[in-house]
T-cell receptor
Framework: GQNIDQPTEMTATEGAIVQINCTYQ??????LFWYQQHAGEAPTFLSY??LDGLEEKGRFSSFLSRSKGYSYLLLKELQMKDSASYLC??????????WGAGTKLIIKP | GAVVSQHPSWVICKSGTSVKIECRSL??????MFWYRQFPKQSLMLMAT?????????EQGVEKDKFLINHASLTLSTLTVTSAHPEDSSFYIC?????????????FGPGTRLTVL
């Protein structure tokens, strides 16, 4: 079956760095997305990786290793507003988006 | 660009009534739209894939006669929750895929919070 794993919850301190991991097992691979979702709101797009390596976008970076079925989202200089759920999603061979359960990130002052 | 709107943003209805939710892609054409449901503190659950001009594809366990989907144009898909019951209370989110982009990013609407009394 298809499976995406990410930690349920993480806690970090304001100003620090946090890495949220995601491992996947899917039938085919056509890209991996990271979305941010604040409570009661719809997800918003953060990043997209289809090739191995690191994609940097401001305070957020996303890494992909296709051979390992692994990605991480790196958040630097954490701010209180970064408290949210972070969703990892993989596009399979049928271009269906397979969602992880999300990682709830709690930022403490 | 790539804005998706949803209407209404919230709705309260009596048990047994039907509720229609609209999802529109405002600045792009979307041959494929998706309907999700999310219960509190849970992840997104794909309900169905809506294809313009054809029948929707429902995920296992989702009743197609209860959740009617119509995708009559390239910018509009509707979800009708028929004979709603309190257990249908949830956050319903639509998304649309922009065919004109290199990758298959889904753009999400702001969601509709349905409360059935």
């Amino acid at each position: 079956g298809q499976n995406i794993d990410q930690p349920t919850e993480m806690t970090a301190t304001e100003g620090a760095i946090v890495q949220i991991n995601c491992t996947y097992q899917t039938s085919g691979f056509n890209g991996l997305f990271w979305y941010q979702q604040h409570a009661g709101e719809a997800p918003t797009f953060l990043s997209y990786n289809v090739l191995d390596g690191l994609e940097e976008k401001g305070r957020f970076s996303s890494f992909l290793s296709r051979s390992k079925g692994y990605s991480y989202l790196l958040l630097k200089e954490l701010q209180m507003k970064d408290s949210a759920s972070y969703l990892c999603a993989v596009t399979d061979s049928n271009y269906q988006l397979i969602w992880g359960a999300g990682t709830k990130l709690i930022i403490k002052p | 660009g790539a804005v998706v709107s949803q209407h209404p943003s919230w709705v309260i209805c009596k048990s047994g009534t039907s509720v229609k939710i609209e999802c529109r892609s405002l600045d792009f054409q979307a041959t494929t739209m998706f309907w999700y449901r999310q219960f509190p503190k849970q992840s997104l659950m794909l309900m169905a894939t809506s294809n313009e001009g054809s029948k929707a594809t429902y995920e296992q366990g989702v009743e197609k006669d209860k959740f009617l989907i119509n995708h009559a144009s390239l910018t509009l898909s509707t979800l009708t929750v028929t004979s709603a019951h309190p257990e249908d209370s949830s956050f319903y989110i639509c998304s649309a895929r922009d065919q004109g982009r290199d990758h298959n990013e889904q753009f999400f609407g702001p969601g509709t919070r349905l409360t059935v009394l």
